[in-house]
């Protein structure tokens, strides 16, 4: 089983202007925030705006990323697709090229709403990879939760180790951590309540702009330094409460972009923000650079 405790940041796919994908900042980034520490990069993922990108770009991303990467932090590849047979190319592809996890989607979008569905869907998966597979639990986008006991199921799968947990809902968020699967936080505006209560690491969209702040938080918490973490926490939460209650992906990118880290730029059928909307997510950064 692999070792995804801490910060996985929950990276952004740089394009340019035209909505291509910008490879070389890209690998720029990687560096960057490998650099600030973090424990893992999640290739493809909804921050990175997966939706919207090919099979074929994406396992790009996760072949350059990988190779990027070298083995200095843990690589998740979101390989999450609608057609079950692309599900399972993506993971196999994802694996192949080195990959240390797989984030994979409940079947959203008109798939099986019940526990039996969910759980034949990821059993399927399971038995086509050799490597762990974190569910994602994130109703407001997928319409699917997956309760604790559907949980306690899907933990008896031999790859399916980890779940992260985006629902925001601090109360669902314990009782997965009476399970046997080890939970990552997907809920920004949650993140340290999480990591008190004892779950191992996030899956962080927020720790684009902010990733040696995130790093820093996760010491805190892990190393027992709780009024440190609450005071950083408090710099944190005026940006974290607005990516939360807005256009996520736009306003991730538009402070990640204030701060130096990737170009800003969305891909159709997304828009750009404009100067108006980024200023004012601008402005909820100014207690984290004070």
Partial sequence: MANLAGI?????????ED?????SDWERLIDVYIDAGVHGLVLGAGTGQH?????????????VGIKRINGRCNAICQSSALNMDEVVRRSRHAEKAGANALMILPPYL???????????FYRDIDATVG???????????????????????????????YIKDSGGDLCTHQRYLQTDCKV?????TTTVYALMAGTVGVIWGGANYMPHEAV???????NGRYAEALALWKKMLPSLLHIWTTEYVQAVLAAAHHRGYGTG???????NWDKTKRDVMIATLKSLEA
């Fill in 8 to 16: 996985n940041l929950a990276m952004q796919t740089p394009f340019r």
């Fill in 19 to 23: 909505g291509s994908i910008d490879y």
């Fill in 51 to 63: 939706p919207y990108l090919t099979e074929a770009e994406a396992n790009k991303l996760y072949e």
């Fill in 110 to 120: 008109e798939g099986p709403q019940d526990d039996d569905g969910i759980l034949a």
């Fill in 131 to 161: 490597i762990d597979i974190v569910g994602y639990n994130i109703p407001q986008a997928t319409g699917l939760s997956v309760s604790p006991e559907l949980l306690v199921r899907l933990s008896e799968l031999k790859n399916f180790n």
């Fill in 184 to 188: 990552l936080n997907g809920a920004d």
């Fill in 216 to 222: 820093a938080l996760y010491n805190h918490v892990n």
């Fill in 265 to 271: 730029f969305v891909r159709k059928p997304l828009r």
